[in-house]
């Protein structure tokens, strides 16, 4: 049974794959996927590669382009030619790096340095930029025409200036004009509003063939994991590291990336605690989801810590006591010492409300017990307007509660941890910064 990833890699770039095959110049492939689930990285670490190398054998450039922040299509023609003439050239690279990241044209370029001529901007006649730019653009039209290849990222993030058709013809002429290869990549469910009627239309237009990206957690999860040598140094924690994500059920190749590179650091200084690995994978992930970590205090009435979350101060410091007051009384405040001992060690006998219910009826259940109209110590009732900004709050706020409930009630993510090295991973999750030598054991 052949991975999704494997397959989509075979078909594209194996043995006359998809992309090697000539018949297939002046086509425009999309690969679409949801959020987060790595098709950039998919792009760059599994087929940008070999595709480079076998495309620069019959001197044809394969190039990368991201949309990020790019507001006109001129840009983007410049860019596409500077990097089809050093990607073939092995030229300029640095400069190539500092076209894309500054966006900077060819003109502005001409003025800079032309194929490592130094030239000032003021000395030069226009004949000279002009020659210059002929001469580099037509090689580069070269490298691309009758088989080259480049590939469009990051649609979604392209400048609002950009217009969507203009883009699409753009890239259709291309592919037609130079009878060369695009890929388009891009979310499933980018474009909203009038651009999801230009996108739809566009596309039936425009696209060629169709692949979508769905790896599978596991499979999404190996393939990062492999992409850097520096993660072996965490072999004997993978799968300890991949049962804590599938847990999460998060599908995300930056937060995968981001869990790694903690739990790498932390390892490198602290001793291999299983449940305080497992705790880094469970905070990390809900903080670049969600951004809150977890924090314990003592609840005055009975003297024990409890579990709470910096989310509790937020909103009591909004003045919305009832959201506030709701995840202090999550935790049960009547246990007895044992009891709570036994509920500290995970030998739970006491159900947190929300524990085993799914995140529809805990919203449910959140929802009724703060909109419950009560009197205070001095017979009087909040106002309506207080109750609208609590009903506001809540709704704005439903995936935060229910990530503290799935996290603090239902994964119990401070399970056996000893308090102080808990708040000492939620600092680090927090600010990056692992605590200082002096207060490791």
């Known amino acids: ?49 070999d595709l480079t190398k076998e495309l620069k054998e019959k001197n044809k450039a394969c190039v990368y382009v991201s949309l990020y922040g790019k507001d006109n299509i001129e840009v983007i023609k410049s860019e596409i030619l500077q990097k089809a003439y050093s990607g073939v050239k092995k030229e300029n690279t640095k400069q190539t790096k500092a076209i894309s990241a500054f966006g900077m044209g060819t003109k502005i370029l001409a003025g800079i340095s032309i194929f490592g001529i130094k030239v000032d901007a003021q000395d030069i006649s226009n004949e000279t930029k002009n020659y210059y730019d002929e001469k580099k653009i037509e090689e580069a039209t070269d490298f691309l025409s009758d088989g080259g290849l480049i590939c469009f990222d990051d649609f979604e993030r392209k400048s609002k200036k950009i217009d969507l058709n203009d883009l699409f013809g ?75 994500i599938i847990e999460t059920k998060e599908l995300n190749a930056r937060i995968y990336i981001q869990v790694l590179d903690n739990c790498l650091e932390w390892l490198k200084q602290y001793n291999y605690n299983q449940y305080e690995l497992r705790a880094m994978v469970l905070i990390t992930t809900n903080f670049l989801k969600n951004h809150f970590v977890f924090s314990y205090k003592t609840l005055h009435m009975d003297g024990n810590p409890k579990l709470y979350t910096v989310l509790e101060k937020y909103y009591k410091d909004e003045g919305l006591f009832e959201i506030s007051n709701y995840f202090i009384k999550i935790v049960p405040k009547s246990m007895t010492d044992e009891e709570f001992e036994a509920y500290f060690n995970g030998e739970r006998t006491i159900a947190p409300v929300g524990t085993s219910c799914g995140c529809e009826e805990f919203l449910h259940q959140m929802h009724s017990s703060i909109s419950k109209k009560e009197e205070d110590s001095n017979g009087k009732y909040k106002s309506d307007s207080y109750y609208e900004k609590l009903d506001k709050t809540f709704h704005e706020n439903k995936d935060i509660f229910y990530a503290l409930n799935f996290y603090a009630y239902v994964l119990q993510v401070e399970n056996r941890i000893d308090k102080d090295r808990f708040d000492e991973i939620n600092q680090f999750v927090k600010t990056g910064i692992l605590p200082k030598a002096e207060s490791l054991s």
């Open 170 to 244: 753009f890239i259709s002429q291309l592919a037609i004009d130079m009878n060369c290869k695009i890929v388009i990549i891009l979310n499933s469910d980018v474009f909203e509003g009038e651009e999801a009627n230009v996108f739809k239309t566009v596309k039936e237009k425009t696209v060629n063939k169709f692949f979508y990206f769905e790896p599978e957690l596991k499979e999404l999860f190996e393939s990062i994991y492999t992409s850097e040598n520096k993660y072996q140094e965490l072999d004997t924690y993978k799968v300890e590291i991949l049962k804590a």
């Open 1 to 49: 049974n052949m991975s999704t990833l494997k397959a989509l890699k075979e078909y594209l770039v194996g043995a006359g794959g998809y992309l090697l095959n000539d018949d297939n110049n002046g086509k425009t492939v999309m690969l679409s996927g949801a959020w987060g689930s790595g098709k950039t990285h998919f792009w760059q670490n599994e087929i940008e590669e």
